[in-house]
T-cell receptor
Framework: DAGVIQSPRHEVTEMGQEVTLRCKPI?????LFWYRQTMMRGLELLIY????????DSGMPEDRFSAKMPNASFSTLKIQPSEPRDSAVYFC????????????????FGNGTRLTVT | AQSVTQLGSHVSVSEGALVLLRCNYS??????LFWYVQYPNQGLQLLLK??????LVKGINGFEAEFKKSETSFHLTKPSAHMSDAAEYFC??????????FGQGTILTVHP
């Protein structure tokens, strides 16, 4: 099992540039989550997909952030334009949601993308 | 609405000593509760989970946690700390569709 794969591991960019983060979930998983981790705010859920459909994007901070999941094996998180306050570690996680009320579904996390915006 | 409070952002223990990391939750529905561990420059790994079966849950690496509904707690313990346990630990609560709300994390330091 390859686990959740994120790329790149590190990204350094200048303010105003577009940044695209990529995620390949575990094969067979139908739920995908993007989290952001900072010292100040801890782990924040940005967006949640189920069966490739965005279900909850209430955590997306601004219109500068967008996420897509064109198929079950790929998702992107895009920031355009980027700002220094976007510097953080961005995690992608996937899980198998069996769709039944009350069924737990542990998340499997990727190793994250450390984004630095200068 | 759900929330998690981890008491103590830093915990320091000696090797061989008891590890106790505290977590209290708030949930309007019966919760699913998790502990995750994060090593430097890595993602989070699941340690253990509570899913309304046994209230005492055993996880990997000798960790266990006890669900206490009356205290709304899910504290993580390990009888004897090892140097390799040094990491950041996150408690999380899940809604019915699996969305996790994390606590702020507790950094565990283990001294020789």
């Amino acid at each position: 099992d390859a686990g959740v794969i994120q790329s790149p591991r590190h990204e350094v960019t200048e303010m105003g540039q577009e940044v695209t983060l990529r995620c390949k979930p575990i094969s067979g998983h139908n739920s995908l989550f993007w989290y952001r981790q900072t010292m100040m705010r801890g782990l924040e859920l940005l967006i949640y997909f189920n069966n490739n459909v965005p279900i909850d994007d209430s955590g997306m901070p601004e219109d500068r952030f967008s996420a897509k999941m064109p198929n079950a094996s790929f998702s992107t998180l895009k920031i355009q334009p980027s700002e220094p306050r976007d510097s953080a570690v961005y995690f992608c996680a996937s899980s198998l949601d069996r769709g039944q009320l009350g069924v737990e579904s542990p998340l499997h996390f990727g190793n994250g993308t450390r984004l630095t915006v200068t | 609405a759900q929330s998690v409070t981890q008491l103590g952002s830093h915990v320091s223990v000696s090797e061989g000593a008891l590890v106790l990391l505290r977590c209290n939750y708030s949930s309007s529905v019966p919760p699913y509760l998790f502990w995750y561990v994060q090593y430097p420059n890595q993602g989070l790994q699941l340690l253990l989970k509570y899913t309304s079966a046994a209230t005492l849950v055993k996880g990997i690496n000798g960790f266990e946690a006890e669900f206490k509904k009356s205290e709304t707690s899910f504290h993580l313990t390990k009888p004897s700390a090892h140097m390799s346990d040094a990491a950041e630990y996150f408690c999380a609560v899940s809604s019915f569709y699996g969305k996790l709300t994390f606590g702020q994390g507790t950094i565990l330091t283990v001294h020789p």
